[in-house]
T-cell receptor, first 114, second 111 residues
Framework: KAGVTQTPRYLIKTRGQQVTLSCSPI?????VSWYQQTPGQGLQFLFEYFSETQRNKGNFPGRFSGRQFSNSRSEMNVSTLELGDSALYLCASSWGRGIYNEQFFGPGTRLTVL | QQPVQSPQAVILREGEDAVINCSSS?????VHWYRQKHGEAPVFLMI?????EQKGHEKISASFNEKKQQSSLYLTASQLSYSGTYFC????????????FGQGTTLQVKP
C-alpha cells in the first residue's frame, strides 16, 4: 500500500507570495490532518479534514486555509507569506477520526520564505 | 495544554535501556507515540488507550496511567536504529484527529 504523498517536497518563496501544498492520503483513509513543524515550536496542529469538511482548526491566522476533495486528497494554502512561515509542513492521514486511529505522516513539504 | 515530555534528551550505548515520559495537565483520552529521524517524517509507533489496550507494530512497549495522566515509552536493549526524536501526542477530545504533541525527546544511541 502506498504511503502518504506530499507535493512539492521543497518550495522557496518570497514574502508576500502565496503557496499551495498538496497531500494524497493512504488509499482508503478519509481523514487528513496538517501540521507545521519548526525547531522552536515543534509540531503544531493546523487543520483536520474529514469527508470534505474541516473538523478542527489550530491556532493559526486566517492566511492559512485548506480543503479536502471527494477523493480525500487535501490541499493547504498560505497567502501573504511571512518569514515565520518557513517550516516543514506535514500531512497525516488516518482511516477515521477519533482517539483510536493512528495517523500516518507524509514526508512533508519544506517551505522556505525569503 | 501541550503534553510535557521528559527527559529532553538522552544518550545511550547500544543495549542499554531508556524510558521517555509524557505527562499532561488535562485528561488524556489516549496517547500516541511517534519517532522521527532527522530529515524524515514522524513514524507511528503505538497508541495507548484507556483500559490498557495498546496498538502498535514496533518492539517497543509503553504504559498509560490514566489517573496520573501520564504515559511512558520503554526502549529496552536499544539499537542504533532507535536514535531519533520521540514525540507523544494526545487528542483533546474523544472524537478528533487533532493531536497536541509534546516538545519531543531526542534519543541518541551510540555503538
Amino acid at each position: 500500500k502506498a504511503g502518504v504523498t506530499q507535493t512539492p517536497r521543497y518550495l522557496i518563496k518570497t514574502r508576500g507570495q502565496q503557496v499551495t501544498l498538496s497531500c494524497s492520503p493512504i488509499s482508503g483513509h478519509r481523514s487528513v490532518s496538517w501540521y507545521q513543524q519548526t525547531p522552536g515550536q515543534g509540531l503544531q496542529f493546523l487543520f483536520e479534514y474529514f469527508s470534505e469538511t474541516q473538523r478542527n482548526k489550530g491556532n493559526f491566522p486566517g492566511r492559512f486555509s485548506g480543503r479536502q476533495f471527494s477523493n480525500s486528497r487535501s490541499e493547504m494554502n498560505v497567502s501573504t507569506l511571512e518569514l515565520g512561515d518557513s517550516a516543514l509542513y506535514l500531512c497525516a492521514s488516518s482511516w477515521g477520526r477519533g482517539i483510536y486511529n493512528e495517523q500516518f505522516f507524509g514526508p512533508g513539504t519544506r517551505l522556505t520564505v525569503l | 495544554q501541550q503534553p510535557v515530555q521528559s527527559p529532553q534528551a538522552v544518550i545511550l550505548r547500544e543495549g542499554e535501556d531508556a524510558v521517555i515520559n509524557c505527562s499532561s495537565s488535562k485528561a488524556l483520552y489516549s496517547v500516541h507515540w511517534y519517532r522521527q529521524k532527522h530529515g524524515e517524517a514522524p513514524v507511528f509507533l503505538m497508541i495507548l488507550l484507556k483500559g490498557g489496550e495498546q496498538k502498535g507494530h514496533e518492539k517497543i512497549s509503553a504504559s498509560f496511567n490514566e489517573k496520573k495522566q501520564q504515559s511512558s515509552l520503554y526502549l529496552t536493549a536499544s539499537q542504533l536504529s532507535y536514535s531519533g526524536t520521540y514525540f507523544c501526542g494526545a487528542p483533546l477530545s474523544g472524537n478528533t484527529g487533532k493531536l497536541i504533541f509534546g516538545q519531543g525527546t531526542t534519543l541518541q544511541v551510540k555503538p
